[in-house]
């Protein structure tokens, strides 16, 4: 079946959930999932760059994921018989395992960091900061829908992924990090 592009159906402000009910586009969890796409993007981008083969397997991967979360966030519980892919506690533990391999290499870090110091560095900032916001999003949706803790965990590790990603690259393309000098 040939999806188009544009159905008109959206033209006065609405869109459908999968399950059918209509919901203005200005809805918390259209503006949740919509942050999400915009993480899939920034996280795409950083796979653009000249970075290690087994990083961009490791951000298609979380991308995959992310497209998870959007589904389960798109989809009506009570309204769709529809079997959605899942999030599981497996997927936080593969995060947390990628993390734990950046930090193994680096050296300690003694103060805040910048963010910056090349172009890649700050694209895993940039999607470090999007993911942070995607998280608060979940979180104020979470207070209308039930979403789920995993959903939640996995949004606060990942941005956690970013902020030790960027410090791998920053260490591996010798570029400096600033610290933070709370001078006062």
């Known amino acids: 079946m040939k999806y188009k592009v544009y159905t008109k159906t959206g033209d006065k402000g609405e869109t459908s959930l999968f399950g059918g009910t209509r919901v203005p586009k200005t809805h918390p969890r259209i503006e949740t999932y919509g942050t999400l796409d915009e993480l899939n993007v920034f996280a795409g981008a950083i796979r653009d760059y000249d970075i290690p083969q087994p990083i961009k397997e490791q951000i298609i991967w979380i991308q995959d994921r992310l497209m998870v979360i959007s589904s389960i966030l798109a989809t009506e519980k009570t309204n769709t018989k529809a079997k959605l892919p899942k999030l599981s506690k497996d997927d936080i533990s593969q995060l947390e395992k990628y993390i734990d391999e950046f930090e193994s290499g680096l050296p300690e870090q003694t103060a805040f960091i910048i963010p910056g110091g090349n172009i ?19 979180l104020l949706l979470n207070q209308i829908i039930e979403i789920g803790e995993t959903v939640i965990c996995f949004l606060n590790r990942l941005s956690d992924y970013f902020f030790v990603l960027s410090r791998k690259i920053s260490n591996d393309s010798n570029t400096e990090e600033t610290y933070w000098r709370n001078e006062k």
């Open 120 to 138: 890649v560095v700050s694209s895993a900032h940039k999607a470090r900061v999007v993911c942070r916001r995607a998280e608060r999003q979940v």
